[in-house]
């Protein structure tokens, strides 16, 4: 008969949940993600106020 393979160790989930940090830059791709979504927003509610009125609204989206 063959050697006992070794038994794996089982991970403790809620140390490695205690460990975790999340990465900076995934906070920084949210914010810009967020900022951007409400500006969309924006946009659509001012063409849809400008159709309603009659005319067509020229929306430009702030760059920072």
Known sequence: ???????????????????FQPAPELDDAEKIIHENVMADIRDIIIEAQALKAGKRAETETKEE
């Open 1 to 19: 008969m063959g050697a006992l393979a070794p038994v794996a160790k089982m991970i403790n989930f809620e140390e490695e949940l205690n460990r």
